[in-house]
């Protein structure tokens, strides 16, 4: 399945991209991290999972079991204070 993957903040500096389509086997959020982690360098140093990480499935806010959908949209990004 294809999922579209965004990435914000300082794990979009670190891709050097805001943005990817990616073809996946992946059943879940953590399947997809996992692709991720041994997909680059970039992706395992900001994807790690000892990093405080964030991710939204479609938008929604979602941990790791969250199940993926062909044509989802998967975000991740560092979490967030307010100033």
Avoid: W
């Avoid at 300082?10 to 805001?18: F, I, K, L, N, P």
């Avoid at 992946?26 to 996992?34: E, Q």
């Amino acid at each position: 399945m294809k999922v579209t993957i965004k990435y914000f903040a300082s794990v979009r500096e670190a891709m050097g991209q805001g943005s990817e389509v990616r073809e996946t086997g992946a059943l879940n959020l953590s399947d997809l991290r996992d692709e991720l982690l041994a997909a680059s360098p970039a992706h395992a140093a900001s994807l790690a999972r000892g990093k405080s990480v964030r991710m939204a499935l479609n938008q929604v806010m979602s941990d790791e079991s969250a199940a993926l959908t062909d044509g989802c949209e998967v975000a991740f990004f560092p979490p967030v204070t307010g100033g």
